[in-house]
């Protein structure tokens, strides 16, 4: 039973790390329909970032109870630097290309991203675990657990509760459905999509800074840290539906429960079952958990 | 007859490579070995892109070939080169003679995403059995052909003329395959598939076909590879690794069979001049190289030469 209840525990985390982790990119693929690998960059530069500005300011002996929102801010001003220079400068001129062409830019792009990632910050590993040890623990079920851990849960629930309140209520939100619904007769009615389409951007980025943001106090900060995120985060909002945030939530659970599981249970096969679960999806329901009929197009 | 052309230039290469092989520096022939290896997935990339598909996880079949040997080598002391070749081109073409049935229904981005999904299930298999040596890999036995182990300074060379003989032919029967009416009807799937249904060819079947020549040529590709540098890792089954598949058959254009390895000799030297200049910014090169083929030569580097000639 109290195993039960730690591979939920686990799983949870898992989840809304995941969760985090991939909104943004199913966000971008629902409204701008671009398989975008950029992501990965996006949350190694937020890891970057994070590491280096709460670095300094821990070492300067500011407060650390702010160091959180330090690491928030990083992810934001990292994002804000690069995603509208990639968005305005590359991305854009390529909507017209094929859906696979752009998935070879944004693949472009990450390569390039990795390599500025290095120049930047060098190849040296970052580490800083003041803000992970900073809360102290809680006990479930008898096993300890840090408090930091809830951070994550909570912007995940903020984000995807956030996000739907967004495209729901807002006239902003509105305007965004519309514009994924038909990009050129919302244009026709005079909706300005290319700048829906770099705040998406924009925003889709940022969530992915903010989970790598978070997650560098819980790992050491190395190059190549954003490239297991990319393939985790499609496993995810596959299994969802790619487009849906109610799908990236289910993705995220199920893939978080199926992980913490497999670790507890059979940790030989912690990584085949997220991307076993990802290929049943798509074998049997190929646009997701989520998915509504299609029509075919001659 | 322009491709027969192409057939013969690639023969010519070849054979300059076979003979110019003995006064090449070690370096050189790993270095075109490798593109061969590495031009034999590329083609059977070429093979679904022309059909319109793009396969984000070639490296699965890149990977069986590569184990394939491996285990030949590991369970049954078997060194022999041809024989590993042989091998991982079976063993690919098996797997993808079943994920083919489920494969050949997608189109688009689920094409390439189940692909991707199927390589890291390999991926996150491989990493956890020991038998296979999980992350560490396994060290493949020192080469032979027909039974006859050459001489430690003949090694590479000889693995370098097995890679050019089967990379010719493989060529060939592709090339062949493409001027069979199965093999002519890629671009019509791509231009418009229901057109294809109603003049009565099976597009499925057309892709599944597709889709099991380009796994046996990976596979031939990755037993290739897996001899010429010695060692296989799990590595090879990972995202990165198809993405530099992809990357190989973009920037050489799918117009021409020859193309392929082409792209995946310049993908050599880019990769070797700008790690050896600078080690930090190499992916930087590639990465710029590949946006500025995608924006300027949508056909890839062999448009170069054809348009001069169109000229």
Redo the contacts between chains.
Sequence with gaps: MEEILTVIVDGIFYSAWLFVAAIGLTLIYGVMKI?NLTHGSFYALGAYAAASLTGAWIARGYPPMLSYAVLLGSAVIVTLVFAPLIERG?LR?MYTKD???I???T??????L???I??IWG?DPYFIAEPYGLLGSFEIGGLTHPTYNLILVGIAIVAGVGLTLLLRGTRFGKLLRTVIHDPEVSRAMGINVDRFYLVTFTFGSMLAAVGGAFTAPTVSVVPGIG?EI??LS??VI?IGG?GSLPGAALGAVIVGLVRSAAIHYA??????????V??LV??FR??GLFSLAEP?K? | MKSDRTLIILGVILLALVVAGPLLPQWAMFLATIAIAKGLVALGLLLQLRA?L?S?GQALYYCIGAYSAGSLGRFFGIGDMLLQMLTGCIMAALVAYILGF?LA??R???Y???S???S??L???L???EALGSTDGINILPSTVFGIRPEQAWVRYAVLVAGCAVAFIATLLVDRYLKTPLGQLAPAIKD?E?RVEYMGASVRDAIHVKYVIAAALSGIGGALAATTVGHIDPDMAY??TS?EF??IT?LAGTNSVVAPFLGAAIFGIIHTVAFDISP?????T???A??LV??FLPDGLWSLFTRRKAA
């Design positions: 398989v590359v001129f859906e696979v062409v998935l070879l830019i693949y472009a792009l990450f390569l390039i990795e390599d500025v290095k120049l190849v490239v990319v393939v499609f496993a596959v790619m940790p030989a096969v912690e990584l085949f079952v997220i991307y076993f990802m290929a798509l074998a190929p646009r075919r001659i | 319109g793009v984000f489920l229904r997608y688009g981005i689920f390439g995403l189940l991707l999904a199927l890291m299930i991926y996150g298999l990493v956890k059995s418009n229901i995202w990165t993405g992809i990357f973009i930090n910014t190499w992916q930087m590639l990465g710029i590949l946006l995608i924006v």
